[in-house]
């Protein structure tokens, strides 16, 4: 009776262990496509943002609609509050 149990038991551990090995390696292949996966978005949109800095390098500098001041590669993210009309008096 105790050979029985403990052959048991280990077949117990070994399915348990075979389970886990085969758990894990379905989990890897399935992250490595979505990993795949990313990296590609990645490369389009890193590829999307070299096309368009070199497209506002190539027409020169680019000037605000409103005031005509130059607008730098990175004034774009301040946010200023824009001059006051002459004849806008703020209210």
Known sequence: M???LTLAL?????????GG???SSWTAQ???TVSR???AERRNLDNGWRD???ARRASGPVRCARCERTITDTSW??????????EDDGT
């Open 21 to 23: 090995l085969l758990g």
């Open 77 to 86: 993210l301040l946010v200023v509050d824009p001059p006051l009309d002459e």
């Open 37 to 39: 996966r990313h990296a």
């Open 2 to 4: 105790t050979a029985g």
């Open 10 to 18: 280990a077949a117990a551990a070994v399915l348990i262990c075979l």
């Open 30 to 32: 399935a992250l490595t």
């Open 52 to 54: 368009l800095a070199m």
